[in-house]
């Protein structure tokens, strides 16, 4: 009985992101024509969703934007080897990004370091938004005022009332945008959906989202001077200006709350997002967190240990991570664990997902991963879906409010930590009950010259 009103209500939710937006948002495109696109953070990530953009055959990529125009800087290993022996080490960053994008799509894409002289001068159709967190606002927020669509890369931003104030933007634009929480498209991540919404793990009370890796202490990483040809300064952008240390460029930004929410706000995020595709509820209404840096001794400053735990009316959910103790004593170090009355399912990443039933008389059920590669993800799948949106005008799976929703579960857990005491939350106004000082939180000062986007 419970699963046929979670079923009813899922199809009502379905047809609701299915209703068309206004007319207004639906680009037309003349048979033949592509779409104008540019991508700005042209890092590891940004670029492999811009090569399955160029896949899709349906862009001519007309701008790329990155502050790093290094001749240190390398494409990524899976970039480089598009190129082959025609990789050139030597070149500038941007002229490396070009050369991958001209050879796999023949497009001549102008280089920018500013992503608003870009938004200015090639007035795109659509935006690739591949930056460290703290620059996805700002940069959603302009791509969406130039008219532009975006899929914007996960989490949505850093404090809580960006998010709102990205998904205000896109509305008032009228701009479809995607985010990144590509698992929403997986094959594999579907038919879980199917399986638990169908009832067969019975009713769940309970889930565990988790990554575990290997590691140790490691040591500090001083500063350093920024390589030329990085514009460190808009690097940093609103967020405090540090100085250089290559533990956060390229990549690194990960471990420095300045710029970014650590690990929950990397892998947490595509795991919560499962959490609440999967239920009915849109956000916890009580949210605790602890944890420390208790063994990491590098220079970075996020959790290496992080336990969060959400209450919803329906079920209990928590996050852990650690980053040493891979062990083999546990199945799997990265995933979701639904715990039903008839059994526990397993909804991993490169080994798919298993049912355990309560009854050990019962078989276990599989069903494998299928992913696209570069990296084990599905971008051409999410990607399909943007360009159908913009054709059509419906709301795309990983609409920026469902990214907004996963994102604050996410810093609602960082700002549990932060603030070292446990938060009720008003999800429906987005505010954290009896508590100013944790209000506080849920923004920050930008630096000069940049502006907060106001709600
Ligand atoms: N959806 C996923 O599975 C997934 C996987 C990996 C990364 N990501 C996300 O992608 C984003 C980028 O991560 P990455 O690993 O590719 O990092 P990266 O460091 O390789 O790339 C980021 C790039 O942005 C550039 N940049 C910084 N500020 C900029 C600005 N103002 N304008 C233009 N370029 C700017 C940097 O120089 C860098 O080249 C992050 O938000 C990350 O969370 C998502």
Redesign the pocket.
Known sequence: MVMTQKRRSFLKQTAAASALLSAPAVLTQAQGKKYRCAT???????LNITRYAMASGEVQMVGV????NSRV?QL?RVHREQLGGQYDEKKPYLDKVYDLVNKLSGDEPRKY?D?REMLEKEKPDIVIV????H??PL?AIAAVKAGAHVYV???ICHTVQEGRAMVNAARECNRVVQV???RRAGVHNKSAMEFLRAGKAGQIGMCRAFVHYGGGPGSPTPDSQPPDG?DWD??C?PGPLRPFNERM???G??GFLDY?NGQLG?WGI?WLDQILWWTEEKYPKKVACYGGRHISRDNRDIPDTQIVIYDFDSFTCNWEHRFYGANNAEKSNIGVYFYGTKGTFHLGWQDGWTFYPNSRSQPEIHEDCVFDNA?N?NIRELWANLMDCIRTGKRPICDIEIGHRSTNMSLLGMLSLKLGDSIQWDGENEKIIGNPEANKLLRRTYRAPWTYPEV
């Open positions: 700005i953070g042209a890092g590891w990530w940004g934007c990155d502050v790093d800087r990524d370091m992503y591949g930056t460290p967190d620059w996805h940069c890369e996960k989490p990144g929480t590509h990085l808009m690097w952008g460029h390229p990549k930004f990960r970014a990397d595509h990296d993800e």
